[in-house]
């Protein structure tokens, strides 16, 4: 069964630094794509980013230049480095991964606050 498991939420100041770290029972061969979400109170859950098995990224506008998605394979391990944060990014960020036989999978999320 493969279950992501988010850490590294906090409560950091504006214009900090915080890095989310998911980690997987999946080997990255069978990962298809590894993604974080969030989900701010009030809102729908939207994408914050993306990496393929590939390699390739995609980020959402709002985090463009500020947040950067990584993977280690060998660790089985997806990280997302949040720099520059603002109060919008307060959310709470999920772990979603796809595998290459649709299976689909999220984690219990871990609650990033940005606030003075």
């Known amino acids: 069964q493969v279950q992501p498991v988010e850490s590294g939420g906090d409560l950091v100041q504006p214009g900090g630094s915080l890095r989310l770290s998911c980690a997987a029972s999946?080997?990255?061969?069978?990962?298809?794509?590894m993604d974080w979400y969030r989900q701010a109170p009030g809102k729908q859950r939207e994408l914050v980013a993306s990496?393929?098995?590939?390699?390739?990224?995609n980020y959402a506008d709002s985090v463009k230049g500020r947040f950067t998605i990584s993977r280690d394979g060998a660790k089985n391990t997806v990280t997302l480095q949040m720099n520059s944060l603002n109060p919008e990014d307060t959310a709470i960020y999920y772990c979603?991964?796809?595998?290459?036989?649709?299976?689909?999978?999220w984690g219990q999320g871990t609650q990033v606050t940005v606030s003075s």
């Open positions: 999946i080997s990255v061969f069978s990962v298809r794509v």
């Open positions: 990496i393929t098995f590939g390699g390739s990224t």
């Open positions: 979603h991964i796809v595998t290459r036989v649709g299976g689909d999978y």
